[in-house]
C-alpha cells in the first residue's frame, strides 16, 4: 500500500523506530523509493528521530531482541550523528497530543506519539506498520510506506 498523498521531497520525514533500524543496519528491507527519499531527506537535513523511537531501540536492546553490536547509547548517538538527521524531543504538545488525536486509534504509547509527532510537525511518517499506513490512508496523517 503507497500512501500518494505524502510528498517525502516538501516535508521531514519521520522515521518509525523499524526504519531506523532497517536504514541504519542495512537489512535490505527498505523499499528503493523509501531509501531515495531518506537520500534526499538526509541530503536536505529533513530527517527526524522522534525521542521515543530512542526510548524504544534502547528496550529492544535491554530485552536482545535486537543486536546493535555496541552499547545502545553508543548506537543512538551514531545514528543521530548522520548526516541530516535530528531527535525530536517529546514536546507537551506531542505528549498529550498523543492522548487527543481526533480520530480512533490503537493503545500503542510509541505509535500514538509517532502520529502526534507526525501531526504536530507535519512531517511525513515512514513505516511499514500496516495500522499505521491505514490511519493515514484515511487523511489523519502523511505517511510513505517504507517496503516502496
Not at 481526533?102 to 509517532?114: S, Y
Not at 502520529?115 to 511525513?124: C, E, I, Q, S, Y
Request: net charge negative; aromatic share 4%.
Amino acid at each position: 500500500m503507497r500512501m500518494e498523498s505524502a510528498d517525502p521531497a516538501r516535508t521531514s520525514l519521520l522515521l518509525d523506530t523499524h526504519v531506523v533500524l532497517w536504514a541504519t543496519l542495512d537489512t535490505g528491507r527498505l523499499g528503493k523509493e523509501t531509501e531515495t527519499a531518506l537520500n534526499l531527506a538526509s541530503r536536505e537535513d529533513r530527517l527526524l528521530i522522534s525521542a521515543i523511537t530512542l526510548w524504544e531501540i534502547g528496550l529492544l536492546a535491554s530485552k536482545r531482541r535486537i543486536n546493535l553490536h555496541r552499547d545502545a547509547v553508543e548506537w543512538v548517538r551514531g545514528a543521530l550523528g548522520k548526516p541530516g538527521v535530528h531527535a525530536v524531543p517529546l514536546e507537551p504538545e506531542i505528549a498529550v497530543g498523543s492522548n487527543q488525536l481526533p480520530f480512533e486509534m490503537h493503545a500503542d504509547p510509541a505509535d500514538r506519539i509517532l502520529v502526534a509527532t507526525a501531526r504536530h510537525l507535519g512531517a511525513t511518517l515512514v513505516t511499514a506498520d500496516r495500522l499505521l499506513l491505514e490511519l493515514a490512508n484515511r487523511g489523519h496523517f502523511r505517511a510513505i510506506d517504507a517496503a516502496f
